[in-house]
């Protein structure tokens, strides 16, 4: 199957084309992708190839009201007209602000018009999805949508002013997926048009909120609180966003002859991560927690890891990097890990409070 996408180059455009490519093979169709300097000729004989189109090329911000036109409703006539030697299905993306009394939303109105009478005169199915705010990777600030804006300008620390503006929004992927529903013969129809079904209502200032908190939680070392899916999905955009010197962050490493100990994150509500690089015939620990509960991973090396409750016997569990286990260390029982091999005992601890000097709740007592 071949299929022709127009604005392969755009941020929805690349996000689909991502998707196109996760089909499995026996799904995956070949891709014609028309960007703004395809050839017109290259786009006609496309046309007559392609057995199913994406319409995803538009302009979305313009210096003068013709250029909406031009890009929006004038490439559509174009593109239909040499579609018309031979009509295939239509996918089209417009906006839920086709029909306003602007000219983006008067050009959206006028090639949905003109996709219909394309269906009504050759047969082909033509899908209108009025697409809300799109946000997610690839997108760009100051032109797909306001959260693409922010995320950059958060990222780089720029200040900027919430808003009680109501937006509506669809991250990409949830997009992309409804697209290729459609493809797969399974749109999403509401009356004439399609929609996205998972839309999410939300101000700008609670978008800016989420975003201080990111901002937050990478300079104080904790992982972001993601309590609903937009919350994870405006993560993953944020992250998209940040300068590519800022992805590489060292940890402080706590070294002395027994090893090192290093604070991988903090969580708000769920504890810490650690590692733990303890040397050949080292023992660490010999200590105990009143309330706070811990658990090991031994990922690489070979080792020891012993308990032992208030007038319990001894509990002698081996550890092997070899054999992944989990191992939990209960309060109140004292606790150590040794090193039984030749080479470094690396150790995963999550602890489930994070650590606070003042309050370290940690209390020597030989095992």
């Not at 394309?118 to 809300?132: D, Q």
Request: hydrophobic residues 40%.
């Amino acid at each position: 199957m071949k299929v022709l996408v127009t604005g392969a180059g755009g941020f929805l455009g690349r996000n689909l084309l991502a998707g196109l490519e996760t089909l499995p093979l026996s799904r995956r169709p070949q891709v014609l992708s028309c960007h703004r300097d395809t050839p017109p000729d290259l786009l006609s004989r496309w046309c007559r190839e392609a057995e199913f189109v994406f319409h995803l090329a538009g302009v979305n911000r313009a210096p003068n009201p013709e250029a909406f036109w031009e890009g929006n409703f004038d490439f559509t006539k174009v593109l239909l007209a040499r579609l018309a030697e031979r009509p295939c299905p239509v996918l089209f993306a417009s906006s839920v602000q086709a029909g306003s009394p602007t000219p983006y939303g008067q050009s959206k109105l006028a090639a949905e018009e003109v996709l219909l009478r394309y269906s009504a005169e050759t047969g082909a199915e033509v899908f209108l999805y009025r697409l809300p705010h799109i946000f997610g990777k690839w997108s760009r600030p100051d032109y797909n949508s306001a959260v693409a804006t922010f995320c950059h300008r958060t990222a780089r620390l720029v200040q900027h002013q919430g808003q009680r503006q109501l937006l509506h929004l669809a991250y990409v992927d949830d997009v992309v997926e409804e697209l290729l529903r459609c493809l797969a013969g399974s749109p999403n129809r509401q009356g004439k048009f399609c929609r996205v079904s998972e839309v999410f209502p939300i101000t700008l200032g609670e978008i800016l909120a989420l975003l201080a908190a990111f901002v937050r939680s990478r300079a104080e070392g904790t992982l972001p609180l993601l309590d609903s899916p937009f919350a994870g999905k405006l993560y993953a955009t944020y992250l998209s966003f940040l300068p590519q010197e800022e992805l590489l962050r060292p940890h402080v490493m706590h070294e002395d002859l027994r090893g090192s100990f290093t604070e991988l994150f903090r969580t708000p509500d769920r504890g810490q991560l650690s590692v733990s690089i303890t040397r050949p015939g080292i023992v660490r620990g010999n200590h105990w927690h009143q309330t706070k509960a811990e658990k090991f991973w031994v990922i690489q090396g070979e080792g020891m890891i012993r308990l032992r409750s208030p007038g319990g016997d001894l509990l002698s569990f081996p550890v092997s990097g070899s054999c992944i286990t989990a191992v939990d260390i209960p309060p109140g029982y004292a606790h150590t890990i040794e090193n039984r091999g030749s080479a470094d005992l690396v150790t995963i601890l999550w602890a489930s409070a994070c650590f606070d000097p003042d309050h370290p709740d940690t209390y020597p007592q030989e095992v």
